[in-house]
């Protein structure tokens, strides 16, 4: 298993995620190799998730020789990603390649860098656009964001998400880099979510910035800066 119980997170420690989240953090990595990184770390992060947290079932296969029983992932039907945009794009069409049949949601939230922090540690979040499927029950749902560092833009995202659902099997948050006071926040708010991430950094600049980090993935993704 390479999923890891940390005190604020489960940590993702695939060696791929691992080589790969160092190759994004890499001041020298342009514009078109990181958005490829955020895509095949996507993608091995789903893969994980299938691992670590869905469950199979065995079923009679019949092969050009004779019959025999394979064993097949449940609930692969029953996902929803929520792409919190615009810097999980590229990470959620890497998990895409993991659930290739998944629902997919969107939602457009920023922070105010104007406003800076204040002094609980949050930023005001902007919510522009929100467009949902239907989430049920039986749903496992996983809302991606390469980067968790105040939480305040995950807080506002779950909130929707939450109160749109009628319910949900299991809810994952999903980040590459991740602050421990930004872990701590979300995991106090929405203790039934599970936070995944395949690095707890060190701390925030008083920006807001996760330290180390990656920069700001959304630019680095695009080229807007």
Known sequence: MTIEDRDQAKLITHALAKDTLSRL?????EQVAFRK????????????????????EYVPVKTPLEETTGER????????????????TPFVEGLLKAFPRAKQGVISAGRDEEAGMDESGEF????????????????????ADPMLATGSTISAVLDHVID??????????????SAPDGLIRVGEQFPEADL??????????????ILPGLG???????RTT
């Open 216 to 222: 700001d993935a959304g630019d680095r993704a695009f």
């Open 164 to 177: 749109e659902a009628d319910g949900y099997e299991n809810l994952f948050v999903l980040s590459a880099v």
């Open 37 to 56: 990184g955020l895509v095949k770390l996507g993608r091995i992060c789903g893969y994980e998730v299938i691992d670590g947290a869905m469950e199979t």
């Open 124 to 143: 005001p979040i902007t919510i522009d656009y929100v467009k949902l499927p239907e989430i049920t029950e039986k749903d496992t749902v996983i809302v």
């Open 25 to 29: 953090r890499d001041v020298e990595t």
């Open 73 to 88: 992932v449940k609930g692969l039907d029953d996902v929803v990603i929520i792409n919190v945009l615009r810097a999980a």
């Open 196 to 209: 995944l991430t395949v690095s707890i950094d060190d701390e925030l600049n008083e920006e807001g910035f």
